[in-house]
């Protein structure tokens, strides 16, 4: 273990959880990475060894097959694998908030036919609110459900689906307007549906097609899909809670725990950038001398391993708050945008220590440098978070009369 971000107060199956899941990290993961990255491969390998581990049941509660630890021990998890390669924490993240989301929000029904299966890794999560038009603006969806019978009907087109074609089930955020009059707020009309599906590409079910994976700059290796519904037709039972107009909310709840796994994502990349660029700086030499004996490079050693134990701290504080009950969209938003944008500079830090040679595939940060802009975007914007942080906050400090 290192010196650095390192967790007080977790119980022995916390530490030995963390501990399987670092190994696996630094055999299977790291050594493969690189290679898997460059050719925007599945890490298919990699997925069946956590399903192996149990992690893609780590928050299920254990009477559906899981392990039900905690939002604290599963953040702490995706720190570790993140630190390894981000897109395989972002393989995990979505179908964690889809079982959170189930597991809060579905009904008995629901849980029962999705939950045990979910906790083997054998259905798999994806959730998707975004669409081509609306960026941040979640109430501006335009996707609609219309009741027919005992079913709805869904059309629109979805956008920036993680694992979009692996997934098997999605929980898809559209407009309801059934049973909610015209002139209803907009984030009161709106439903998450549960949608099963085949994985892959093209048209995964009548009505649902699922285009083909989107090329980015980097979180390769996981597909980052579109989603169109065209006369996709689902059963009514498949509304998340049995009831309409809860869709919001329910997928607010969701972002709020995915926050503090962006924010755990941050602090695993920036941890990782920081060991490259710590051991990058005691083999080099320029002037006779390792370049870590020159003062501007200790200098940005320290500002760096700094970032990285602030933005661990934030992290653990807001996944401890919201395991206790207490609301934390305030400390998850402040979580989320600090070591989002600390993992931007200890990264771009590293990437300077390396000089020319951090410009080369050949060498680990090159893909760290690629990797982190997402972190600044996932989960809502840095400045969607500040939003939240300064609304929260004069909620908190109004002046009294």
């Known amino acids: 273990m290192t010196r650095l971000a390192q967790t007080a107060g977790l119980n022995e199956v916390q530490r030995e959880i963390l501990k399987t899941v670092r190994e696996f990290v630094d055999k299977e993961i790291i050594p493969v ?62 179908h964690f908030i889809v079982a959170y989301m189930l597991k809060q929000h579905g009904t008995q029904e629901q849980k029962d036919h999705f939950l045990p299966r979910m906790a083997l890794g054998e259905v798999r999560g994806a959730f998707s609110m975004s669409e081509p038009g609306l960026g941040s603006d979640v109430s501006a969806i335009t996707s609609k459900a219309v009741k027919d019978g005992d079913e709805y009907v869904l059309n629109g087109q979805k956008m920036w689906l993680t694992n979009g074609g692996t997934s098997t089930l999605v929980a898809v955020l559209v407009r309801s307007d059934e049973g909610h009059p015209e002139g209803t707020a907009p984030h009161k009309s709106m439903t998450t549906f549960l949608v099963e599906k085949e994985p892959g590409f093209g048209e995964v079910r009548p009505g649902l097609t699922i285009p083909g994976k989107i090329d980015k700059m980097g979180y390769k290796g996981v597909d980052t899909t579109e989603l169109i519904m ?11 809670g049995g009831q309409t107009g ?32 710590v051991s990058y700086a005691q083999q080099r030499h320029t002037f006779g001398k390792a370049i870590a004996e020159h003062q501007a490079i200790q200098f940005k050693l320290a500002e760096m391993a700094t970032k990285v134990e602030a933005a661990h701290a934030m992290m653990v504080n807001a996944a401890r708050k919201k395991d206790s009950g207490e609301r934390n969209d305030l400390e998850a938003g402040m979580a989320k945008y600090l070591a989002s944008e600390y993992c931007k500079e200890v990264v771009e830090d590293a990437f300077r220590i390396h000089g020319g040679y951090g410009f080369s595939k050949e060498y680990e940060i090159e893909r760290l440098y690629r990797e982190a802009p997402m972190l600044l975007i996932g989960e809502g914007t840095a400045e969607i978070q500040k939003m939240i942080i300064g609304r929260r906050l004069l909620e908190e400090y109004r002046l009294q009369g």
């Open 246 to 277: 809860r869709g919001f909310y329910q997928m607010m709840d969701g972002v709020e725990v995915g926050r503090v796994n962006v924010a755990a994502r941050g602090c695993g990349v920036a941890q990782r950038a920081f060991e490259l660029g």
């Open 230 to 240: 065209d006369g996709l037709r689902i059963p009514a039972n498949r509304v998340l």
């Open 33 to 94: 990475a690189t290679e898997l990255e460059h050719r925007d491969e599945y890490p298919q390998q990699i997925v069946d060894g956590l399903k192996e581990l149990g992690l893609f049941g780590l928050m299920i509660p254990e009477e559906y097959g899981g392990l039900g630890e905690s939002l604290l021990t599963y953040a702490l998890c995706v720190e570790e694998i993140a630190r390894g390669w981000m897109s395989v924490s972002g393989i995990i993240n979505t």
